[in-house]
Structures are given as C-alpha cells and as structure tokens.
C-alpha cells in the first residue's frame, strides 16, 4: 500500500512538474509569466483521478483521495499570488469533479469531504491573513463544487460539518456561486467541465452544468375563483433559493450568456 500510494504521489508530480513552462502556443500568464496549470493539466489529473475507479465499477476511495488531496496540495501551492492560487483551485476542483461524475454517491461525497478538509489547511497560519484566507479557500472550494453539480443536499451537509466561524460563508457560496467566484471564472470552469467530461468518452447528451444561478420568486393572487402564481428566474447558480412573498431577493450580478471571447478551451 505504501509503496502504491508513493506511485501516485510520483505520478501527480509528473504531471505538475512542468507547470512553468510555456504551452505549446505560446501562452503566458501576468507579467509574461506561463500559465501555473494548463487546461490539459487539469484534464490528465481528472484522468489520473477517474482511473481509481475499475472496470468493475468499484471505486479505490483511499486512493482517489490521495490523488485528490495531492493534486490539490501541490497545483494551488505553485500558485504565485493568492488570487492565482484561488483560479487554480477552482478549476482543479471543477477538473476532479467531472472525474466523479459517475462514482457512486457514497464514493464521491467520500472524495469531496477529504478535498474540503485538505483546502482547509492551505491557509498559512501565524500570518496576518490568515483567517481571511482560510474563508476564502471554503468558499471557493465550496463555489466550484456548487458549479460542478455536486448534489446539493450532500454539499450543505459538508458545510454542516465544517467549524463555526466558516458555515455562514460557506453557504453563501452553495446558494450564489458566481457572485464568490465572478462570472467569467464560473464560464470558464463550466467550459472546462463539459471538456473533462468529454476527454473522459461521457455520453454527448449528458446533462452538464451551466453557471446559472436560479432564484425563484413566487408572488401568489388569490380571487374567488383562481389562484396564479407568479414565477420569476433570475441568473444566479444552479441552487434554487425560495423568497418569501414580499420579500426581495438579493440578485447576484453575473452574466447570462458566456464572455466574449469564448474561454479557451484545451489547449
């Protein structure tokens, strides 16, 4: 088991080991600098993490956490800035996502909960920002599980379970995703889920997530003789959040159709 799990270690390194150098076109990140992870990075890691599941359909839990804890740990560390470091967790977490999509619930709820936890302790403690960074990896995490169509019960049992001071924050991020992670980010993870999911031989009428937010407001007449019901859908992330009749809702300002220029996609 040791000597398997140091293999898988290994394995993510090599991946990862060339996350500085520039793409095959050319690319570079701020200031000229290559990008920390390429889009096919992130797709070999969802590839490397969707083959613990085996041809029998039982999925290696152990080690899929470890392939996800690892990927985690080591992409976002190469991250040069803590807004970087918040792009590639997002899109790794997106990535992971769509290598599950098809694990049994149990399986992937198993996975999801280690991944949570290990970001919990990216955050550098003793620094100054240590408690603003520690909100702030939660709700990313928990932003891009949202967009990732995580089932949404299970995801609000994860931010049950996570500590106080981080629960409140954390449930934002499940009910408005794209106003924590910004519009083109969330188009962009979207785009980069639809092609994990691709590389992946998914079927072509999967059903794939969308960065929309729905916020229902339902305003009820009532006469003698009818009832109507009024229905209005905003954009927002996939979660439905009922109003209460006179109440108004907050509405996130996100964009409803994908930026242009179109994301780029593998590259």
């Not at 991944?115 to 990216?122: L, N, P």
């Not at 891009?144 to 629960?167: N, Q, T």
């Not at 929309?212 to 009024?230: M, R």
Request: net charge negative; aromatic share 4%.
């Amino acid at each position: 088991m040791k000597k398997s799990m140091f293999a898988i270690v290994v394995c993510v390194g090599c991946l990862l080991a060339g996350l500085n150098v520039i793409g095959a076109d050319g690319e570079t990140g701020p200031a000229g600098r290559a990008p920390a992870v390429t889009e096919r990075q992130y797709v070999q890691l969802a590839q490397l993490l969707s083959a613990c599941k085996g041809a029998d359909g039982v999925v290696d839990v152990d080690k899929a956490i470890k392939v996800a804890t690892t990927a985690l740990r080591e992409a976002v560390a190469d991250g040069e800035t803590y807004d970087e470091k918040l792009v590639i967790l997002a899109k790794l977490t997106t990535a992971l996502m769509g290598a599950m999509a098809d694990w049994d619930f149990d399986s992937r709820l198993r996975v999801i909960h280690a991944m949570i936890q290990e970001v919990m302790s990216f955050a550098k403690q003793g620094s100054d920002d240590y408690a603003a960074e520690r909100i702030g990896f939660a709700r990313q995490i928990i932003a891009a599980l949202a967009v990732s169509s995580v089932d949404s019960a299970a995801l609000m049992a994860e931010v049950e379970s996570l500590p106080e001071d981080l629960r409140a924050t954390a449930a934002e991020a499940v009910a408005h995703p794209t106003v924590v992670l910004g519009g083109t980010l969330a188009w962009e993870i979207s785009d980069l889920y639809k092609a994990v999911r691709g590389e992946l031989g998914a079927p072509a009428d999967e059903e794939k997530p969308a960065p929309v937010d729905l916020v229902t407001v339902s305003t009820t007449t009532s006469t003698t003789t009818t009832t109507s019901t009024t229905t209005t859908t905003i954009a927002g992330s996939g979660i439905v959040e009922f109003v209460e009749p006179g109440a108004l809702p907050v509405v996130p300002t996100v964009p409803t159709t994908a930026p242009s220029p179109t994301p780029v996609g593998l590259r």
